[in-house]
């Protein structure tokens, strides 16, 4: 566990690095949150999260870190699972209303299952593969659908984004 962290702060390390020297737009350009469902082998789970856009810090690759949260209860026990997401994403430059895009990046997940009054716990670090469409909604809105997979999860996502700054 201690090397994958310290794998992970030397990639955001090499990233920043990176991304600061290059020509890019860097800077908290929106924020939003989404709405998904996800199958965890319990039944299709209701999740919700937040996001933001960072930029871009190379023509058409967008910074986007964000999270989800999901909690299901059955038969006395609970469980739950907080995901926090480094993705990158590339949006295809195509003359049209609608942006496809594909990505990944590096997550953690810490996930919880109690039962009466223990409970248990693990995180890990996960590469997480992603793709979708994004469109302007309005001028101070944009929306998305999304198909993420997370350690072999498959997540269906919709939110939308508030642009901001320049």
């Not at 989800?68 to 026990?77: A, C, D, I, P, T």
Request: net charge negative; aromatic share 10%.
């Amino acid at each position: 566990m201690r090397t994958r962290i310290i794998a992970l702060v030397l990639l955001f390390s090499a990233v920043t690095a990176a991304s600061s020297s290059a020509q890019g737009d860097l800077g908290l350009r929106g924020i939003g949150g989404q709405i998904g469902f996800t199958d965890m082998g319990l039944g299709n789970v209701f999740t919700f999260g937040g996001h933001a856009d960072c930029g871009e810090f190379m023509p058409n690759l967008r910074l986007e870190p964000s999270f989800s949260y999901w909690r299901k209860s059955e038969f006395g026990l609970s469980f739950s699972l907080f995901r926090l997401n480094g993705d990158v994403k590339y949006l295809f430059p195509l003359e049209s209303a609608v942006t496809p895009y594909a990505g990944g990046g590096l997550g953690y997940a810490r996930g919880t299952v109690s039962i009466g009054g223990a409970s248990a716990s693990a995180a890990e670090l996960q590469i997480n593969l992603l793709g979708g469409i994004e469109t302007q909604l309005t001028p101070k809105l944009r929306g998305f659908g999304e198909l993420r997979i997370e350690d072999s999860t498959t997540h269906i996502e919709f939110g939308l984004t508030v642009p901001m700054g320049g």
